[in-house]
């Protein structure tokens, strides 16, 4: 934008100059510092629904809680993270040890 300004191009030069289209020229020109922030709460899991299926269910997977909750597994990891849940699933629970495999047996 700076260019643009010093050698007193309009947005279509610049734009042409640069390869980039003159809608993003306009954009930057309004706001060139990325958005960090979401300007909307999350509405579609309900976060006391969330802790509540949380504590029914310690061990359960997020592919196990996306359908008790209505939503995918990659919404109810945003959700968990929002929420303050960061662990990860202990291997050595019952629940996640799977029987072995014919094969490997004696």
């Known amino acids: 934008m ?5 050698e007193a191009l309009t947005y279509a030069e610049t734009a042409d100059r640069f390869g980039v289209g003159s809608a993003s020229l306009m954009r930057w ?3 060139l510092e990325p958005c960090l922030t979401r300007n909307k709460p999350a509405t579609k899991i309900n976060r006391a629904a969330l ?9 359960a997977s997020q592919h196990e809680r996306a359908p008790r909750m209505g939503v995918s597994a990659r919404g109810i990891c945003d959700a968990l993270k929002r929420a303050g849940f960061s662990y990860k699933k202990n291997i ?7 029987p072995s495999s014919k094969r490997f047996s004696d």
């Open 2 to 6: 700076a260019f643009k300004k010093k």
């Open 29 to 31: 020109a309004k706001r």
């Open 51 to 59: 802790i509540l299926d949380v504590e029914t269910y310690p061990d």
């Open 92 to 98: 050595l629970s019952p629940q996640s040890r799977r």
